[in-house]
C-alpha cells in the first residue's frame, strides 16, 4: 500500500492523469493518478491517507519546484489535471464525511481584471490540499465576495490581480470585506502585487505562489 501511495504521488507530481493518458512519454500506457487512487480504494486505504500521504505530497513537490522556478505554468497545470482526476474518486468521501475538509476558502479575480490562470492553479493546489474551495471567477466585485462570505462566514478570502489598474478595486474590497467582517483573514496574489501592498491596504499577507499560500493556510489552523 506503501508503494501504490509514493506511485500515487509521483503520478500527480508527474502530471499522470490516467493510463491513456500520453503525458509524460516516459510514462505511456502505465497507470496514472486515477488508476492508483482506484487501486488504493479497492484495497481499503482509507480516503483521508490517500489525500495527505499521496495526493498532497505530490502536489507539494511539484508547488515547490514551480516556487523554486524549475518547472512553469504548463507543468503545474497538468499535475494539477492529474490530481483532478484522482479526486473524481474522493468526491463521495467528501460529500459524505468520511474526508474532513481542512477549512473553506473564498478565491476571485478582482473587478476590472479577466485574467484567471494563476487564480486557477492556485483552486487546484489547494483541493489537492484538502480545502474546499469557492471559485468567484473573474471580475469579481467587493459585492460578490461579500455575498459569498455572508453563505459561508467561516471562509478564508483569496484576491488575485494581474492589472496594476485593478489593484485599486482590490484596495476597496479588502476595505469593505474587513468592515464587515473583521476577523476574516484576507490573502492577495498576482504578479505586481508585494508585501508592502497588502500590508498598506490591510490584507493579512501576501504569497507570490500556490505552494507558499497553501503551506502557510496549513501550517495556520
Known sequence: MERLLFDLSIAIERGKENETSPYPPDLKGKPGAYEFTSRLLEMNCPPDTILKQGMMPGMDRIGKKF???IVFIPEI???AKAMK??????????????VLRKGKVIIGTVAGDLHDIGKNI????????GWEVFDL?????KEKFLASLNEHPESIICM???LTTTMREMEKSVTTIKQAFPQTKIYLGGAPL????????GADGYFPDPHSLSKHLTGNL
Not at 484522482?86 to 464525511?97: E, R, S, V
Open 122 to 129: 492556485v483552486c487546484m493546489v489547494l483541493e489537492g490540499a
Open 77 to 79: 497545470l497538468i499535475a
Open 137 to 141: 471567477g473573474v471580475d469579481v466585485t
Open 85 to 98: 482526476a484522482a479526486m473524481t474518486l474522493l468526491k463521495p468521501y467528501f460529500d459524505n464525511g468520511a
Open 67 to 69: 516556487a523554486d522556478g
Open 160 to 162: 488575485s490581480a494581474l
Open 194 to 201: 508585494t508585501s508592502d501592498f497588502a500590508d498598506k491596504i
